[in-house]
T-cell receptor, first 118, second 110 residues
Framework: AQTVTQSQPEMSVQEAETVTLSCTYDTSENNYYLFWYKQPPSRQMILVIRQEAYKQQNATENRFSVNFQKAAKSFSLKISDSQLGDTAMYFCAFMLVNYGGATNKLIFGTGTLLAVQP | DVKVTQSSRYLVKRTGEKVFLECVQDMDHENMFWYRQDPGLGLRLIYFSYDVKMKEKGDIPEGYSVSREKKERFSLILESASTNQTSMYLC?????????FGPGTRLTVT
């Protein structure tokens, strides 16, 4: 069975600084996707960034980037130039890729609550 | 723009009541999901559906059932609500690997 671990329940960062959120996962499979989702206070969960396991290049979306270490089963999220609007719960998630027709299910970590301080 | 809506943001029900949570998506997505979110536990999958009238159990299906009569609508049913079902319930839909979430329903069972 796959598991996702986020060891930092809460983090804080000053506005304009850089912060890294940690995520590790466990799987014996080789074909999977990894995600970071963001849930702002009282707002909808949205996708921040996605990484395909077969890609060596780390994914980047504007101020958000990942450090994907497949051998170490690590998938950290770096937020550069932090903004007040980045304050949210961040979830790391794993999806086993299945091309056999079955639905692809997400397995979530327990989340990291990030507070960006002015 | 992608849109997933849920029938209520907040709901208070009594123990033993039958509870319906509705989710609607307007993106013609094949797959729909129901999760519950609890502090310190993250999101856990209750049920999912990959087509109309098709459903599969997730990790915590006990005490819940689902219904998908139309492609755009996926309902979560608590047959007899209990206090341990007090939680935030999130619906999602997907086409491919990205899931799109609704705003959530915070259910309190007293």
């Amino acid at each position: 069975a796959q598991t996702v671990t986020q060891s930092q329940p809460e983090m804080s960062v000053q506005e304009a600084e850089t912060v890294t959120l940690s995520c590790t996962y466990d799987t014996s499979e080789n074909n999977y996707y990894l995600f970071w989702y963001k849930q702002p206070p009282s707002r909808q969960m949205i996708l921040v960034i996605r990484q395909e396991a077969y890609k060596q290049q780390n994914a980047t979306e504007n101020r958000f980037s990942v450090n994907f270490q497949k051998a170490a089963k690590s998938f950290s999220l770096k937020i550069s130039d932090s903004q007040l609007g980045d304050t949210a719960m961040y979830f790391c998630a794993f999806m086993l890729v299945n091309y056999g027709g079955a639905t692809n299910k997400l397995i979530f970590g327990t989340g990291t609550l990030l507070a960006v301080q002015p | 723009d992608v849109k997933v809506t849920q029938s209520s943001r907040y709901l208070v029900k009594r123990t033993g009541e039958k509870v319906f949570l509705e989710c609607v998506q307007d993106m013609d997505h094949e797959n729909m999901f129901w999760y519950r979110q609890d502090p310190g536990l993250g999101l856990r999958l209750i049920y999912f559906s990959y087509d109309v009238k098709m459903k599969e159990k997730g990790d915590i299906p006990e005490g819940y059932s689902v219904s998908r009569e139309k492609k755009e609508r996926f309902s979560l049913i608590l047959e007899s609500a209990s206090t341990n079902q007090t939680s935030m319930y999130l619906c999602a839909s997907s086409l491919g690997f990205t899931q799109y979430f609704g705003p959530g329903t915070r259910l309190t069972v007293t």
